[in-house]
């Protein structure tokens, strides 16, 4: 089964930037839709961007439009979040996710593979 680790998170200020990078192995099959979940303290998990494997279809929510970009390196099977003119509200638990199969790759996908999770907080 797919595992996924992220790295990249860290403590910023607002308007800074950072990368999160999330290694796939197991497997890594062409259908798949990989995804950048987050959760703060007290709120609900929600979908911050998508994207599929095969030809790299993104999705975002409306809060990182324009500042998050989810982006795959197919040959390394790396999937990366660069986060940019980052605000406190974007502090949180980051979590990448995947899902051989789906109807649909968005945020609402259903994912079944998780990683650890990376904080990301800015200040």
């Known amino acids: 089964h797919v595992q996924l680790v992220e790295s990249g998170g860290g403590s910023v200020q607002a308007g800074g930037s950072l990368r999160l990078s999330c290694v796939v192995s197991g497997y890594a099959y062409s259908s798949m839709c990989m995804g950048w979940l987050r959760q703060a303290p007290g709120k609900e998990r929600e979908g911050v961007a998508s994207i599929t494997y095969y030809d790299s279809t993104t999705n975002y929510a409306d809060s990182v439009k324009g500042r998050f970009t989810i982006s795959i390196d197919n040959t390394k099977d790396i999937v990366y979040l660069q986060m940019n003119s980052l605000k406190p509200e974007d502090t949180a638990m980051y979590y990448c996710?995947?899902?051989?199969?789906?109807?649909?790759?968005?945020?609402?996908?259903?994912?079944?593979?998780w990683g650890q999770g990376t904080q990301v907080t800015v200040s």
């Open positions: 996710a995947a899902v051989a199969v789906a109807p649909r790759c968005d945020l609402f996908t259903n994912f079944n593979g």
